[in-house]
């Protein structure tokens, strides 16, 4: 099983960027998905996190009213609309997915994609 993210890159204040990121292999079901970053020198932390069936969300505070995350369970994609940004949202962003191979669930993570935004 692989997480492939996508979508990052370098913006101004105030613009936009929607990452998204793909689940494939041997996947018989995909629980709970989110969304992580790391600045450098600062911890990981949540940005986003999605539940099996879409239905409930929730967000870091410094995100909220800017981000939102859905997934298409049809393509086993999870995305990330990112509004508004600010030069503190730069960082290294994580996508993580609990998948289950039909026996056991697993916890997964993407390779990360680059958010960089300049004031």
């Known amino acids: 099983v692989q997480l492939q993210a996508s979508g990052g890159g370098s913006v101004q204040t105030g613009g936009s960027l929607r990452l998204s990121c793909e689940a494939s292999?041997?996947?018989?079901?995909?629980?709970?998905m989110g969304w992580y970053r790391q600045a450098p020198g600062k911890q990981r932390e949540l940005v986003a996190h999605?539940?099996?069936?879409?239905?409930?969300?929730k967000y870091g505070d410094s995100v909220k009213g800017r981000f939102t995350i859905y997934r298409d369970n049809a393509k086993n994609t999870v995305y990330l609309q990112m509004n508004s940004l600010r030069p503190e949202d730069t960082a290294v962003y994580y996508c993580?997915?609990?998948?289950?191979?039909?026996?056991?669930?697993?916890?997964?993570w993407g390779q990360g994609t680059q958010v960089t935004v300049s004031s």
């Open positions: 292999g041997r996947i018989f079901s995909i629980n709970d």
């Open positions: 993580n997915a609990g998948i289950s191979n039909g026996v056991a669930v697993y916890n997964y």
């Open positions: 999605i539940n099996d069936d879409g239905g409930r969300m």
